[in-house]
């Protein structure tokens, strides 16, 4: 079967038009997002906002954790509605990055008060935000994740341009794991990365999307095993 065909069919097979994916820092969403929509010929959503307030809450500078968390989720809430918007068009969209991720981030950094704050805010702008019709996470240890921090620099689908220290990261992981644990909002396909670079990998985008055309609802855990 030509190329043509089996890109054709495969997209005939989806029952997802808009595919979100997702995972904490180091683990390769948009490396993984970028693969998928090429091999879909789909549109892609990348989250790649710099935060000018990251290196003053780095810092400990009081105030910075919620000014950098206001300033990720109104960028984010700006990119999700314009990009998604222009896409409506488009056969499939791929995200790296689930819009209700952002409050993992704030419960992990903010206090009560400041928390009170972005909640409002949060469930106001959450109205605009077209959920996914499917969320893949992507799921490491956290001594993986370390491990791609020490073998590359920081990259664009990581909550900012600094390095994390081991515990933050094991924080971020097991907060992750929590969120997804409880998940229920979407299908989701729960996909076991430590073994293999999704993001490199032609044999494993090519399973991962035979994996998404045969979901039809809930949650499934796949573990590659090219």
């Known amino acids: 079967m030509r190329a043509a065909d089996t890109l054709a069919r495969l997209r005939r097979q989806m029952d997802f038009r808009y595919i979100a994916i997702e995972g ?30 990251l290196n003053d809450f780095y810092a400990g500078r009081p105030g910075a954790a919620l000014q950098a968390q206001l300033f990720y989720l109104l960028g984010r809430h700006r990119q999700h509605v314009a990009e998604r918007q222009a896409n409506l068009f488009a056969q499939i969209s791929i995200c790296d990055c689930l819009f209700d991720r952002d409050r993992i981030y704030a419960y992990l950094n903010l206090d009560d008060n400041e928390l009170f704050i972005y909640q ?4 106001l702008l959450a109205r605009d935000v077209v959920p996914p019709d499917l969320v893949v996470y992507l799921q490491a240890p ?3 994740l370390l491990q791609r921090l020490r073998d590359r620099a920081p990259a664009a689908d990581d909550e900012g341009a600094l390095e994390p220290d081991a515990a933050y990261v094991k924080e971020v992981n097991e907060a992750y794991q929590h969120f997804f644990f409880h998940y229920t909002a979407t299908p989701l396909l729960v996909v076991e990365t430590s073994h293999l670079d999704l993001g490199a990998s032609d044999a494993a985008i090519g399973d991962l999307v035979r994996q998404i055309g045969s979901m039809s609802g809930g949650t499934r855990y796949y573990v590659p095993r090219l």
């Open 24 to 53: 904490p820092i180091a683990v390769g969403k948009t490396a993984v997002a970028r693969r998928l929509a090429h091999r879909l010929e789909a549109a892609t959503v990348l989250d790649g906002t710099d935060n000018p307030f």
């Open 142 to 144: 956290s001594e993986v």
């Open 120 to 123: 409002r805010l949060f469930d």
